[in-house]
């Protein structure tokens, strides 16, 4: 296992049109994680899978956003009519399904988004 | 919903230099978690604390959650070039199902 992978790394894209990224999680890790980050600051929570079902989405997931996770596998974040806005590092990150307390992310490298 | 605040936000030491960050939160946290970012890199998980007053040692990292669990604090004795990036507190939501991240300490190591 390669750890948690994420394509395409980079994504330049005109204000308006829409971007997927793609996450591939460590195979035996149940939850699913999106983070966002921009420069400077801490990633933010966007949403999260457990297997297949999205069981929390942040507020900062405008109707612009969707996640699916279909098989329990592989992640999928689209982003609609991008605006400048958008432009942030998009980091997708795994974890099993622990104990209480027991959680620890593994991050991918990210998803870089710039919008012109 | 959980916020969690770090001071500082930059810290620039001199190589051989100590160097502490500070993680705290206005309510009781169940556990929380310590994650570096080289720069252009990614979060990597370096620690979780649990027990209330928990200590626990990673080489010359020093990690410490709070009697109150409510603060945890980061040491690192003797820095060197290679501590260089941005070290984040991490603390479970409200719901304990996923992790809000503080902003952040950055730290830089002059030769």
């Known amino acids: 296992d390669t750890g948690v992978s994420q394509n395409p790394r980079h994504k330049i894209t005109k204000r308006g049109q829409n971007v997927t990224f793609r996450c591939d999680p460590i195979s035996e890790h149940n939850r699913l994680y999106w983070y966002r980050q921009t420069l400077g600051q801490g990633p933010e929570f966007l949403t999260y899978f457990q297997n297949e079902a999205q069981l929390e989405k942040s507020r900062l997931l405008s109707d612009r956003f969707s996640a699916e996770r279909p098989k329990g596998s592989f992640s999928t974040l689209e982003i609609q009519r991008t605006e400048q806005g958008d432009s942030a590092m998009y980091l997708c990150a795994s974890s099993p399904m622990g104990t209480s307390g027991a959680n620890v992310l593994t991050f991918g490298a990210g998803s870089r988004l710039t919008v012109l | 919903g959980q916020q969690v605040m770090q001071i500082p936000q930059y810290q620039h030491v001199q190589e051989g230099e100590d160097f502490t960050t500070y993680c705290n939160s206005s309510t009781t946290l169940s556990n929380i978690q310590w994650y570096k970012q080289r720069p252009g890199g990614h979060p990597v998980f370096l620690i979780q604390?649990?027990?209330?007053?928990e200590v626990k040692k990673q080489k010359r990292l020093t990690f410490q959650f709070g009697e109150a669990k409510k603060n945890s604090s980061l040491h690192i004795t003797a820095t060197q070039t290679t501590d260089v990036g941005t070290y984040f507190c991490?603390?479970?939501?409200?719901?304990?199902?996923?992790?809000?991240f503080g902003p952040g300490t950055r730290l830089s190591v002059l030769p």
């Open positions: 991490a603390a479970p939501d409200n719901y304990g199902q996923n992790f809000v």
């Open positions: 604390l649990v027990k209330s007053g």
